[in-house]
């Protein structure tokens, strides 16, 4: 009985474990795409920025990078929820602000300001641009 046990343990152990990881990244949605993508801008991660974008958006989001990288930013109050849907994307808010440093002095930009377009592709949620 103990061999058999462990046999079951060992064989379906690793089977739950990849469903519960797929699981988690499926459970993943629009808004959680939106946030990832400004903490990788600002984060000055350009690698992690450009994944979290759709193919149509890349050449905006090396833009929006190059702009940050020359600056110290933060991001203050960040949080983002799903608002609507508009043809093939899924609609986002977001709340909180960009703090960008120019010269010593800090200046606020609002995220409320826009609404992100976020659509799902290859399995994955990917921010596509806002308006």
């Known amino acids: 009985m103990m061999k058999l046990r462990t046999f079951l343990l060992r064989a379906l152990l690793p ?4 469903m519960a990881l797929s699981c988690g990244s499926q459970g993943a949605g629009a808004p959680q795409a939106v946030e990832a993508y400004l903490k990788a801008l600002i984060g000055k991660d350009r690698t992690q920025a450009i994944s979290l974008v759709c193919a149509s958006y890349e050449a905006q ?3 929006e990078y190059d702009s940050f990288s020359a600056v110290q930013a933060s991001l203050k109050d960040l949080s983002c929820k799903e608002t609507g849907k508009e043809g ?3 609609l986002v808010t977001c ?4 703090v960008a440093t120019y010269n010593g002095e800090d200046q606020e930009i609002s995220l409320g300001d826009r609404t992100f377009q976020a659509s799902q592709q290859g399995g994955d949620w990917r921010m596509c641009g806002y308006r």
């Open 15 to 18: 089977g739950i474990f990849l």
């Open 61 to 63: 989001a090396q833009t």
């Open 88 to 90: 093939e994307y899924t």
């Open 95 to 98: 709340g909180g602000a960009i």
